[in-house]
């Protein structure tokens, strides 16, 4: 907990704003930011784009990269990451899909396996991770990686 208020901290305090797209976090990247006070100075909005559906009208992501890539790749991720920005004009923006379980995986796209896209200064970062867990603990593991990535980013 400490360490989001940190991040919140440095955000205001370097007047960065911020904006998510989130598919396997449903929303707890969002809420990590907006649950503690002062949020509304640098969080701008995010969207919880589940269904590809959603991906392709409100991110802008392309039917032809979810049919060749699918919907859990770095593809996918950056194609997110450019829509929200679109949107938003934050000045970093996050997105995240992935597999958080307990079904979905295969052997390419396992349970945990999540690419994670920010966006800073203009260079899109794709990382992909492999979360083990619960289904929130792994969404869990990936916001607070994302923050602990944050903190070494700005």
Same mark, same amino acid.
Request: aromatic share 8%; with cysteine.
């Given at each position: 907990?400490? !360490?989001?208020? +940190?991040?919140? &901290?440095?955000?205001?305090?370097?007047?960065? @704003?911020?904006? #998510? *797209?989130?598919?396997?976090?449903?929303?707890?990247?969002?809420?990590?930011?907006?649950?503690?006070?002062?949020?509304?100075?640098?969080?701008?909005?995010?969207?919880?784009?589940?269904?590809?559906?959603?991906?392709?009208?409100? !991110?802008?992501? +392309?039917?032809? &990269?979810?049919?060749?890539?699918?919907?859990? @790749?770095?593809? #996918? *991720?950056?194609?997110?990451?450019?829509?929200?920005?679109?949107?938003?004009?934050?000045?970093?923006?996050?997105?995240?899909?992935?597999?958080?379980?307990?079904?979905?995986?295969?052997?390419?796209?396992?349970?945990?396996?999540?690419?994670?896209?920010?966006?800073?200064?203009?260079?899109?970062?794709?990382?992909?991770?492999?979360?083990?867990?619960?289904?929130?603990?792994?969404?869990?593991?990936?916001?607070?990686?994302?923050?602990?990535?944050?903190?070494?980013?700005?």
């Amino acid at each position: 907990m400490l !360490l989001y208020k +940190k991040i919140l &901290t440095k955000l205001i305090n370097k007047n960065i @704003s911020i904006s #998510t *797209a989130e598919s396997c976090t449903g929303g707890l990247l969002a809420y990590s930011f907006v649950k503690n006070t002062g949020s509304s100075k640098i969080f701008l909005g995010g969207y919880i784009a589940y269904s590809n559906q959603l991906k392709i009208n409100d !991110l802008n992501v +392309k039917k032809i &990269t979810l049919d060749n890539h699918g919907a859990v @790749s770095k593809e #996918t *991720a950056a194609e997110m990451i450019n829509g929200i920005y679109k949107k938003t004009k934050a000045k970093i923006c996050i997105s995240t899909t992935g597999i958080a379980g307990p079904k979905g995986g295969t052997d390419d796209k396992p349970i945990g396996l999540i690419f994670i896209g920010i966006r800073f200064k203009g260079k899109i970062i794709i990382i992909k991770k492999n979360f083990e867990g619960t289904r929130l603990q792994i969404q869990k593991k990936c916001v607070n990686f994302i923050f602990q990535y944050l903190d070494n980013l700005i």
